[in-house]
C-alpha cells in the first residue's frame, strides 16, 4: 500500500473556516512525538527512507484526560514519484514504545531526531485532511489517503482537488519531510 501525501505552509485559521463551509468530518486530535532513527547498515537520509517510532496522544475533547500514550514504528520507503510525497508505507502498533526503542538501541540503531507536532483531522471525500502545527516549523496542511500502485496517479489528482477546494495552490507542495524541513534549519 502507498500513502499519496500532498503538504504545504497554510495558516490553519482560513483552512478551518473553509472546511468548516465545505461540510467536513472532524475526526480529532492528537500530539505526536516521532523519533526518527539512523541505520548501522546504511543511510536512510541519503536512500530517503525513514523508520520512527510514534508517540501520540488524543488531544480532542473526545479525549479521556487519563488516555494512555500509543506507540506506532513505521518504515517508509523512498518517494515513487516526483509529483507528490508518495511512498510506501508499512505500520504497525506496538506495546511500548520505550521497549521499541531499546531494541533499536540494541540492533544498532541510534535516535537522528525527534519532530514534535499537534495534529487536528478531517474527511474530505475519502480524502483525510490534517492541520500540523509542528514544533519550530509552524503551521502545515496536509491531504492525503493510501493507494494501490495502479491508483496513483488519480488518487494525487483528487488530493490536489481537495486543496484547491481549501483554496490551497497544489503546485507550493512541499515534498521534503517534517524531519527534513527542521534537519535543514539546524544545519
Do not use: C, W
Request: aromatic letters at 6%.
Amino acid at each position: 500500500m502507498y500513502e499519496v501525501e500532498l503538504k504545504l505552509r497554510a495558516d490553519h485559521g482560513d483552512v478551518r473556516e473553509r472546511l468548516e463551509a465545505m461540510g467536513a468530518e472532524k475526526l480529532g486530535g492528537v500530539a505526536q512525538a516521532d523519533t526518527y532513527y539512523d541505520a548501522p547498515h546504511r543511510e536512510f537520509a541519503e536512500t530517503d527512507e525513514a523508520l520512527r517510532i510514534r508517540r501520540e496522544r488524543r488531544t480532542d475533547a473526545m479525549a479521556d484526560e487519563d488516555a494512555a500514550e500509543t506507540a506506532k514504528v513505521t518504515y517508509k520507503g523512498p518517494l515513487v514519484e516526483r509529483e507528490s510525497k508518495t511512498r510506501e508505507e508499512f505500520e504497525t502498533g506496538v506495546d511500548d514504545g520505550e521497549t521499541m526503542a531499546n531494541v533499536f538501541d540494541g540492533l544498532g540503531f541510534e535516535p537522528a531526531a525527534v519532530v514534535e507536532k499537534e495534529r487536528e483531522y478531517f474527511r474530505v471525500d475519502d480524502y483525510t485532511v490534517v492541520l500540523d502545527r509542528v514544533e519550530g516549523l509552524g503551521e502545515f496542511v496536509e491531504v492525503e489517503r493510501e493507494a494501490e500502485e495502479s491508483e496513483l496517479e488519480s488518487v494525487r489528482e483528487g488530493a490536489a482537488a481537495v486543496l484547491r477546494e481549501l483554496d490551497l495552490d497544489p503546485d507550493e507542495q512541499i515534498r521534503t519531510s517534517y524531519l527534513g524541513l527542521l534537519l535543514e534549519k539546524q544545519g
